[in-house]
């Protein structure tokens, strides 16, 4: 089981004054196996509602209020909570009587059973109760849901639920950038781009009438209808950790980590540590290995990569970069191995030279080193420093590194002539600062030719491979016996 120590309970208010009472009473008296902190957003109500939620906050103490002074939105609103949440978990509820809270726990046991960083709760999934709907709503909802799920290749039942249990350091990492209801398609097409483990549950619903106050309507669906489209394909910025979405790209990015993983499979020994894994870009190539070790420097991705791997016997996941911490940790931790690829790694770090020296003990004498790197100093530009590249390599400059470091480098290959060109006019023409999505898929689709192109001298290469050999060196960087 994992542990949940405290659920955000975020609700948005806008003239609310007639719920209000209810469903606060609702949000403190639901049932919780961890503790709860309430973050109230008034979104300037004019009705009594910021009156009423005032002396609320004023008698219990582990509610925060927040008032907007404009007009902005649920969207907006839920930024502001954000802001302010402490807890581990976060829930959205809106402020009025559609949703029950005592749900909350149901929604919470994916969490604690560590399968989910995400959890929503379904409308359509009835399981205790749910009023019936309009049918023109529910269509629509169907319908949104429907086309939510041919975008990002999900199969929901419920895109547009209010109950959205979101992990709270991915929702922190999120980027959000809507104002009003269009957030239910951006959190999902978002979570799905983060690739965030969704899973739905059951939660009863009594669909309010719009006689009783509901404010959603037909413009909001076609809001909806943009915004799927918008956060799925146009949104490059879409969370704050641009090393992270350009890991997840890639991760997707199958066929092409296949043929990054193929240009040098029948070298790989049957144990391997992979430096700078990513969220299990290759790994997945390597899953019948008899022992992976993944090192990953950046937590978010380590923690992404433990969700999505780490319940095989035969991969372990730890967290560190190439230096004497790290590393010294990973000696303790795991016996060296046939084989290190040192994946997309060397380009973050100073003093190269010194930091492989520091990874070969973590090989056997006699294994073998694969460096992947970016090629072609001339390509070096915005994209590349955003995601936090310090250079980019000649051939000769990278076998000279591997060199100093005490290897014996057999080859040192060049290959992507497609993907070179590719990120010469993103970051040197176009001086964009990030891959898109919609930029590794197109990748992905040219994959059956883009090993052919690689026979045409078109266009510098954008990966360099390079093998270097430990000659029978000691922990201690002295002559084996």
Not at 33 to 54: A, N, T
Not at 148 to 175: G, V
Not at 178 to 196: C, I, Q, T, Y
Not at 201 to 227: F, L, N, Q
């Amino acid at each position: 089981m994992h542990e949940v120590t405290r659920l955000s309970i975020l609700i948005p208010v806008f003239n609310e004054i007639r719920t209000l009472d209810t469903l606060l009473e609702a949000v403190i008296s639901a049932p919780l196996p961890c503790k709860r902190e309430i973050v109230i957003v008034d979104d300037c109500s004019q009705d009594g509602s910021r009156e009423k939620l005032r002396e609320f906050a004023g008698s219990h103490s582990d509610v925060k209020l927040i008032l907007h002074e404009v007009n902005q939105g649920k969207g907006a609103a839920i930024r502001t909570a954000i802001e302010h949440m402490t807890g581990d978990w976060a829930i959205i509820q809106d402020a009025d009587l559609e949703y029950d809270p005592r749900d909350y726990a149901r929604l919470l046991e994916p969490a604690m059973e560590g399968i989910a960083d995400a959890v929503f709760g379904s409308r359509f999934l009835v399981d205790r109760y749910a009023l019936a709907m309009f049918f023109w709503h529910a269509l629509i909802n169907k319908s949104l849901t429907l086309l939510t799920n041919i975008i990002t290749d999900l199969n929901l039942t419920d895109m547009e639920t209010c109950y959205k249990l979101i992990r709270a350091n991915t929702l922190k990492q999120l980027i959000i950038r809507s104002n009003g209801f269009d957030l239910e398609p951006e959190l999902s097409v978002k979570l799905a781009r983060w690739g965030a483990r969704i899973c739905e549950v059951p939660i009863s619903y009594r669909g309010r009438t719009y006689a009783e106050g509901k404010k959603i309507g037909v413009r909001d669906a076609i809001a909806a209808i943009i915004a799927i489209f918008r956060y799925a394909w146009f949104d490059t910025h879409y969370c704050k950790n641009e090393l992270a979405s350009m890991y997840h790209s890639m991760s997707r990015a199958r066929w092409f980590n296949r043929w990054i993983v193929n240009q040098f499979r029948k070298d790989l020994g049957d144990e391997v540590m992979i430096l700078g894994s990513g969220i299990a870009g290759i790994a997945y190539e390597l899953l019948d290995r008899k022992r992976i070790v993944c090192l990953e420097h950046d937590d978010d991705c380590a923690e992404r990569l433990q969700h999505s791997l780490g319940h095989l016997l035969n991969l372990s996941v730890s967290k560190g970069g190439m230096n004497e911490a790290a590393i010294g940790e990973a000696l303790k931790q795991h016996a060296p191995v046939d084989s290190i690829i040192c994946f997309h790694t060397l380009e973050h770090i100073e003093d190269e030279a010194e930091k492989l020296k520091l990874v070969i003990p973590l090989l056997r004498p006699g294994g073998k080193l694969f460096v992947i790197a970016p090629h072609g100093k001339s390509m070096y530009s915005g994209l590349d420093k955003s995601l936090g590249l310090k250079r980019r390599y000649a051939a000769e400059e990278l076998r000279e590194l591997m060199e100093q470091a005490g290897l014996q480098v057999e080859t040192c290959s060049k290959f992507n002539r497609l993907g070179g060109l590719g990120w010469r006019i993103s970051g040197n023409l176009l001086h964009k600062t990030a891959v898109s999505p919609a930029q590794m898929r197109m990748f992905e689709y040219l994959m059956p030719i883009v090993p052919l192109l690689d026979m045409i001298p078109f266009h510098t290469h954008n990966t360099l491979i390079c093998v270097g050999v430990n000659p029978n060196i000691s922990p201690d960087h002295g002559e084996a016996e």
